[in-house]
Nanobody, 126 residues
Framework: QVQLVESGGGSVQAGGSLSVSCATSGAGYSYSLMAWFRQAPGKEREGVAAISSGGVLWYADSVQGRFTASRDNAKNTLYLQMNSLKPEDTGMYYC????????????????????WGQGTQVTVSS
């Protein structure tokens, strides 16, 4: 499977901003969907944002209006701009992708993604 590599994680104060990136390794496959998931200690992994190859976006309600997902023109790199960060945004952020396409309401479901990155830690302090 294609490897995804996240970068850009770090530690910020509440209200601050952070951007994370997800780069593909190897051949330039065009994924139908690319998404960001996050997982905090003791919590289940949850969908954060997703974007289709055509640029259609999905966001979790908890980040709507604060986070912005995007893909580069070649559709081989995924980004997540995170603004107005809250302590509850803290977690390991994972990049995920799939060649399949699912109903929009299901874009935030972990089971729908085949390829995963290693993750990058985002810590938001209050």
């Amino acid at each position: 499977q294609v490897q995804l590599v996240e970068s850009g994680g770090g530690s910020v104060q509440a209200g601050g901003s952070l951007s994370v990136s997800c780069a593909t390794s190897g051949a330039g496959y065009s994924y139908s969907l690319m998404a960001w998931f996050r997982q905090a200690p003791g919590k289940e992994r949850e969908g954060v944002a997703a974007i289709s190859s055509g640029g259609v976006l999905w966001y979790a309600d908890s980040v709507q209006g604060r986070f912005t997902a995007s893909r580069d023109n070649a559709k081989n790199t995924l980004y997540l701009q995170m603004n107005s960060l809250k302590p509850e945004d803290t977690g390991m952020y994972y990049c995920a992708a799939t060649f399949a396409l699912f109903p929009w309401r299901n874009w935030g479901l972990e089971k729908n993604y085949d390829v995963w990155g290693q993750g990058t830690q985002v810590t938001v302090s209050s």
